[in-house]
């Protein structure tokens, strides 16, 4: 599913991140890792919006050559969101919908879903941290992914709207959608699913 191939990442030659060879197979994959080991720059590297070394490929098709291809089936939901203040969480979803080509049906049941009716005209500066994590989460979702990385996606979030998480990605999962979430949350007995678990450590990945 996810194959990465001498990977490095370096801030002003400092390495960050050193992967000689990795492959994330279908399923969900639970990466670990202190504060600064690294897994939020992963993340951001994986879903193309960060610039590393090396080789990232993504169900056959590989982010350098190939990135709006790619970026249509790899969703991503960062730790700490933030959205241009200027817009509503309306102009926002209907913008990255658009992006991802998904239908009007799938916009509106995630809207329901994660109930974001009441406050979705709003701007997006007035919103809570709750509020705009339900946005990032929502747009994750969006189109037809085959991965989504999902980056401490239970911070901030309410109870209801975590179990509304736990039934999209049970749904998205029986489809065929792989997921990678770096949480400190142990979420493994709540899902009731088989994760994988990665562990961040010595500027590189293992499995745990």
Known sequence: M????????EYSDRLILNVENLHFEEGIHWVKGGNGSGKS???????????YKGKIVCSGIEL?????????????????????????G?????????????????????IEKFGMDSFLNQSVKSYSSGM?????????????PKLVLLDEPFNALDAISRDVLFELMETE?????????????????????KTKNWLMENQTIIEE
């Open 2 to 9: 996810l194959q990465v191939e001498r990977f490095k990442k």
């Open 64 to 88: 350098s050559n190939a990135p709006v291809e790619y970026k249509m089936q790899v969703n991503y939901a960062q730790a700490e969101p933030v959205f241009p203040s200027s817009l509503s």
């Open 90 to 110: 309306k102009h926002v979803l209907e913008y990255f919908a658009a992006l991802k080509k998904a239908s009007k049906e799938q916009l509106g049941y995630l």
């Open 41 to 51: 720059t992963f993340f951001k590297c994986v879903a193309g919006i960060s610039p």
């Open 132 to 144: 705009t994590k339900k946005l990032a989460l929502a747009i994750a979702f969006l189109g037809q």
């Open 173 to 193: 999962r029986q489809r065929g959608c792989s997921f990678l979430l770096s949480t400190h949350h142990d979420f493994g007995s709540e899902l009731n699913l």
